[in-house]
Each structure stands twice: as C-alpha cells, then as structure tokens.
C-alpha cells in the first residue's frame, strides 16, 4: 500500500497564505500524476489541482485558479501545493492524491490522509 503523507495545514487569516507538502514514496511518484484535492463541511469532495507527471501541465479549478499553484520536486518525492490570498471558502481538508486524470479522482489510485486547513475571516 502507497502512502502519502501531507503537511502543511494550519489555521490562517483571510488573505493570508500557506504551503501544503506532499511526500511519496518513489515508485509512487515516478508512475502517477499528482493531485490535490478538498473537502470542506458539508460538501462532497472537489478537485483542487493537479501536475502530470512530467511537472510540463497543471490543471486548476476555477475557483482556485489565479491563487494556488502546484509544483513537484521529483528528486525529494514531493508535490506541493502553494495557496495564496486565502478566503474563508478555502476551509476544508485537503488530501494529496496519485493518479491518473487529473481532474478526476474516480481515477486516483493513492490517498492520504488529509490535513486540516482553516482560513478565518
């Protein structure tokens, strides 16, 4: 079983901003485009953004486009989600996944096990 452990999280103000790591093992990360992925309060799971696996394309979804940008470390098996002027929207657990279509995640094969970010007004 692939693990993938995230960091990162926290509490920040609206505006404010934080980084988001993801570390995989090296088979994982050598074989799958990477994914991030939110669940806030009440609402079913959403695509946030994704890099194939070549780090050459990324993918956003609109409501993040423009504030979040993910990247990969291929040498340090990381993947990292930056997030930038926060809004109080953003709150939810946000998970790292593998896999293949970015935007889908019926299509990622590897989870981790989220971490909490809040973002207060």
């Known amino acids: 079983q692939e693990q993938l452990v995230e960091s990162g999280g926290g509490l920040v103000q609206a505006g404010g901003s934080l980084r988001l790591s993801c570390v995989a093992s090296e088979r994982t990360f050598s074989n799958y485009n990477m994914g991030w992925f939110r669940r806030a309060p009440g609402k079913e799971r959403a695509f946030v953004a994704a890099?194939?696996?070549?780090?050459?394309?990324?993918f956003y979804a609109d409501s993040v486009k423009g504030r979040f940008t993910i990247s990969r470390d291929n040498a340090k098996n990381t993947v990292y989600l930056q997030m930038n002027s926060l809004k109080p929207e953003d709150t939810a657990v946000y998970y790292c996944?593998?896999?293949?279509?970015?935007?889908?995640?019926?299509?990622?094969?590897?989870w981790g096990q989220g971490t909490q970010v809040t973002v207060s007004s």
């Open positions: 890099i194939m696996l070549n780090g050459g394309r990324t």
């Open positions: 996944a593998a896999g293949r279509l970015p935007r889908w995640p019926e299509t990622y094969d590897y």
